[in-house]
């Protein structure tokens, strides 16, 4: 590609790296809500379905954090996609 472009949008990748940020945002907002709902809902609630409700939420919480690193790692993978895309394209102008 001597003189050119890499093929690619510097401006979509960024995008795209946004997005999955915006995403692990949402679920650190999710957890804290469903913990929250969770510890209300105790306030009148004391039984054993209560207590199985909390290991259902448990159990989605730790799926939802669990993703967290591999979509962390995206990110970055993007983020440094981008950066190649960006000092290839400013050294071929």
Do not use: H
């Not at 945002?25 to 809500?33: I, K, N, P």
């Not at 290991?55 to 993978?77: F, H, K, Q, Y």
């Amino acid at each position: 590609m001597a003189g050119g472009r890499v093929n690619g949008s510097p401006e979509a990748l960024e995008k795209m790296a946004k997005n999955i940020s915006k995403f692990i945002e949402a679920q650190g907002r999710l957890v804290a809500s469903l913990n929250s709902d969770y510890r209300s809902a105790g306030q009148e609630w004391k039984d054993s379905k209560y207590q199985q409700l909390g290991a259902i939420i448990n159990d989605a919480c730790r799926v939802i954090n669990n993703s967290t690193p591999t979509l962390t790692r995206c990110v970055s993978g993007i983020q440094s996609m981008k950066r190649a895309m960006d000092d290839y394209n400013s050294s071929n102008l």
